[in-house]
């Protein structure tokens, strides 16, 4: 057997993060993952799970009874929505207006939906009007779109789709992944009747769980199924007994993930909602005042610019992968690219729970005049910093 050396002990670079996710971790989530474990059936680790689901309606606006957290990432929760409420043969529109948008209309293909999409260029929202059009065409049984656009920045409005969508007989999925935490997010007021999010975004946790919560008319829908879902891990008809007051054995659920969503969403109250999603505006403006003072635009339209993701379109000559590789390598601060069609076209810089600050914005700002001084792009010496400055003195 040929000899393999060790490798040396996990020990990763500090970053910046300013991406699209994960975001910042507090000092006190990441205490939490380091907690002692117990058994996923410990009295203990019960009523940590019966402590999240309150909190977890707290965030989502909602009284809603199923509301938990599912064991996997974003995309897991996007797959257990889909999964739950679509039968083989359903029909589903789905609204793309970006990567994610197009990533739901194929988890609905692959359990066999009949799936009719509707388009808009990356970076767009859609109106009530064309949604209306293409319900009274398809006549689905679900309609999904995404609040949050992580690819493209793109704020979709929902509570008059949401009106629509239930005056035509459907159910509205909507994806929060982004903006969960960051933005006000009505389950109740909006009428939504599933919906799943991540933790590594706005809550500022570790990747690793999906919070998803349903209505009582998408639990009619799951309970009135003539299949089994599709997914035995996924399915609601089995995870609930967990979470519920039978705690019947599903699953070992990751038992150190859950203290830390526990901690995020305990330190989001503590801080408030309203006082969170302002933080997150107040850092936004003072950043596309910074951008903007520096000669740069954002590639989404206001007012559906999210205020979490900020999508900035790149300068002409200005070459996309240097200025992020000296932004990571030289200053420690991660950024994304643009997705798809967007591809060298956009930054997505991100101000995400943790990392949406005073501190962060400045520093980026600085940082990025540096990189575009070193592309030979024309910038106003400090011209980004003192604008975010007098956006923050008001």
Same mark, same amino acid.
């Given at each position: 057997m040929t000899a393999v050396s060790t490798p040396s002990r996990i020990d990763p670079p500090r970053r910046i993060l300013m991406g699209p996710g994960p975001s910042e971790i507090p000092s006190q989530i990441l205490a939490a993952l380091a907690a002692p474990t117990v058994g996923h059936l410990d009295p203990y680790f019960l009523k940590i799970m019966d402590e999240m689901q309150t909190m977890l309606r707290s965030v989502f606006m909602t009284h809603n009874q199923l509301t938990l957290a599912v064991s996997g990432t974003g995309s897991a929760g996007m797959e257990t929505c889909v999964?739950?409420?679509?039968?083989? +043969?359903?029909?589903?529109?789905? %609204? &793309?207006?970006?990567?994610?948008?197009?990533?739901?209309?194929? &988890?609905? !293909?692959?359990? !066999?939906?009949?799936?009719?999409?509707?388009?808009? $260029?990356?970076?767009?929202?859609?109106?009530?009007?064309?949604?209306?059009?293409?319900?009274?065409?398809?006549?689905?049984? &679900?309609? +999904?779109?995404?609040h949050a656009e992580t690819s493209t920045g793109a704020w979709q409005p929902i509570e008059e789709i949401s009106k629509i969508v239930h005056a035509h007989g459907a159910l509205l999925l909507v994806d929060c992944v982004t903006s969960l935490g960051g933005?006000?997010?009505?389950?109740?007021? /909006?009428?939504?009747?599933?919906?799943?999010?991540?933790?590594?975004? %706005? @809550?500022? %946790?570790?990747?690793? @769980? #999906? $919070?998803?919560?349903?209505?009582?008319?998408?639990i009619d829908v799951i309970d009135r199924r003539k299949t089994k879902v599709s997914s035995w891990y996924l399915d609601m008809n089995l995870v609930k007994n967990y979470w519920g007051s039978d705690r019947t054995y599903h699953h070992t659920a $990751?038992?150190?993930?859950?203290?830390?969503?526990?901690?995020?969403?305990?330190?989001?109250?503590?801080?408030?909602?309203?006082?969170?999603?302002?933080?997150?505006l107040r850092n936004h403006l003072a950043l596309k005042a910074g951008v903007k003072a520096?000669?740069?635009?954002?590639?989404?339209?206001?007012?559906?610019?999210?205020?979490m993701l900020n999508s900035v379109?790149?300068?002409?000559?200005?070459?996309?992968?240097?200025?992020?590789?000296?932004?990571?390598?030289?200053?420690?601060?991660?950024?994304?690219?643009?997705?798809?069609?967007?591809?060298?076209?956009? /930054?997505?810089?991100?101000?995400?729970?943790?990392?949406? #600050?005073?501190?962060?914005?400045?520093l980026f700002l600085a940082a990025l005049e540096r990189c575009l001084l070193d592309q030979n792009f024309k910038v106003s010496p400090g011209a980004g910093v003192a604008a975010a400055n007098g956006q923050y003195r008001g």
């Open positions: 999964v739950n409420l679509i039968e083989p +043969g359903d029909k589903m529109l789905v %609204c &793309v207006n970006g990567v994610f948008g197009g990533r739901m209309a194929d &988890v609905a !293909g692959r359990v !066999g939906a009949e799936v009719t999409t509707i388009e808009r $260029p990356f970076g767009e929202v859609f109106s009530p009007e064309e949604i209306e059009a293409a319900i009274k065409k398809s006549r689905p049984e &679900v309609v +999904g779109i995404v933005v006000p997010v009505l389950i109740d007021d /909006w009428e939504i009747d599933a919906a799943y999010s991540g933790t590594q975004k %706005c @809550l500022s %946790c570790p990747p690793g @769980l #999906s $919070p998803v919560t349903f209505s009582p008319r998408a $990751p038992i150190n993930m859950n203290y830390a969503l526990h901690e995020a969403l305990r330190l989001a109250l503590v801080e408030g909602l309203p006082a969170r999603h302002d933080r997150h520096m000669g740069l635009d954002y590639s989404v339209k206001e007012p559906h610019q999210l205020p379109t790149i300068p002409a000559g200005v070459d996309d992968a240097a200025v992020r590789k000296q932004l990571l390598n030289q200053f420690g601060i991660e950024i994304g690219g643009g997705l798809g069609p967007l591809k060298g076209k956009t /930054w997505r810089i991100g101000l995400m729970g943790e990392a949406s #600050s005073e501190r962060n914005v400045l």
